[in-house]
């Protein structure tokens, strides 16, 4: 006999469902193209799965955050290093941003996307998940290169 605790557990999990519909759309589609990808072996497969699938579950993880309460912290997503660059971009990328309040979660992964190509103008909504992918795969990139320049020896 199935008692309310477990048929709220069963609908729990089922409201899951879509974050797991859209985890594999980010997965195949979204950027990453991990079907596209012309590795033979078997175990090449699987770490470029592995990878994909965690950095698609982080760009999830920024996705809903930003939706859900934009004015929060960009640290729930990014590291320090990157809200550093992110906060340079964000000041200087059109539509500029005022460089008086803090970064926030929304700016931050705006930001990203605009290394992605997202335009950010008013009509355009926010970005969607092929482009922050687009955008996340520069952003290592440019914190290197934000650490070679302030650190040259």
Same mark, same amino acid.
């Not at 006999?1 to 979204?30: K, P």
């Not at 992110?86 to 705006?110: C, F, M, N, S």
């Given at each position: 006999?199935?008692?309310?605790?477990?048929?709220?557990?069963?609908?729990? *999990?089922?409201?899951?469902?879509? #974050?797991?519909?859209?985890?594999?759309? &980010?997965?195949? $589609?979204?950027?990453?193209?991990?079907?596209?990808?012309?590795?033979?072996?078997?175990?090449?497969?699987?770490? /470029?799965? $592995? #990878?994909?699938?965690? =950095?698609?579950? #982080?760009?999830? *993880?920024? $996705?809903?955050?930003?939706?859900?309460?934009?004015?929060?912290?960009?640290?729930?997503?990014?590291?320090?290093?990157?809200? /550093?660059?992110?906060?340079? =971009?964000? &000041? &200087?990328? +059109?539509?500029?941003?005022?460089?008086?309040?803090?970064? &926030?979660?929304?700016? /931050?992964?705006?930001?990203?996307? +605009?290394?992605?190509?997202?335009?950010?103008?008013?009509?355009?909504?926010?970005?969607?998940? +092929?482009?922050?992918?687009?955008?996340?795969?520069?952003?290592?990139?440019?914190?290197?290169?934000?650490?070679?320049?302030?650190?040259?020896?």
């Amino acid at each position: 006999m199935v008692t309310a605790a477990d048929a709220a557990r069963i609908v729990t *999990g089922y409201s899951y469902r879509w #974050r797991i519909a859209r985890w594999h759309f &980010t997965l195949q $589609t979204g950027g990453s193209h991990v079907e596209d990808l012309p590795l033979k072996s078997r175990e090449r497969l699987e770490r /470029a799965i $592995t #990878r994909y699938s965690i =950095l698609s579950w #982080r760009l999830l *993880g920024m $996705t809903y955050p930003a939706r859900i309460d934009p004015d929060q912290s960009p640290t729930v997503a990014v590291s320090p290093a990157e809200i /550093a660059v992110l906060e340079r =971009l964000a &000041t &200087t990328q +059109k539509p500029i941003r005022a460089a008086g309040p803090p970064l &926030t979660l929304r700016d /931050a992964v705006r930001a990203m996307a +605009k290394l992605g190509g997202f335009l950010g103008r008013n009509r355009d909504g926010e970005p969607g998940v +092929k482009t922050w992918w687009r955008g996340y795969r520069q952003l290592p990139w440019r914190c290197w290169w934000d650490e070679v320049s302030r650190n040259p020896s």
